[in-house]
């Protein structure tokens, strides 16, 4: 079974950054779209970037031009880096990987302060 792991969460202020990172075992991310997806409690989970398995991206409304998705397909492993970060980005977040039938991450807390 697909084993995805995030890291990199944490807290931070208003105006930081964060880089996410996505471990994937037991199976070659290259073939596959991946994505980062973040939920807040109460709410529905909401797509913050997606990547093409030919590196094309797709970003949410309110992460365009501060976040940036990336893979390694080398290291099987699938990147968010998030700068100019609001207290709205607060969420925890998931790696995903295949789409919404696929695999998906246990989430990694991301807390920004005002």
């Known amino acids: 079974q697909v084993h995805l792991v995030e890291s990199g969460g944490g807290l931070v202020q208003a105006g930081g950054s964060l880089k996410l990172s996505c471990v994937v075992s037991r199976s070659r991310i290259a073939p596959f779209p991946a994505g980062w997806y973040r939920q807040v409690p109460g709410e529905q989970r909401e797509v913050v970037a997606t990547?093409?398995?030919?590196?094309?991206?797709y970003y949410g409304d309110s992460v365009k031009g501060r976040f940036s998705i990336s893979r390694d397909n080398l290291k099987n492993t699938v990147y968010l880096q998030m700068n100019s970060l609001k207290p709205e980005d607060t969420a925890v977040y998931y790696c995903?990987?295949?789409?919404?039938?696929?695999?998906w991450g246990q989430g990694t807390q991301v807390t920004v302060s005002s």
């Open positions: 990547i093409s398995k030919f590196g094309a991206t």
């Open positions: 995903n990987l295949n789409g919404a039938s696929g695999a």
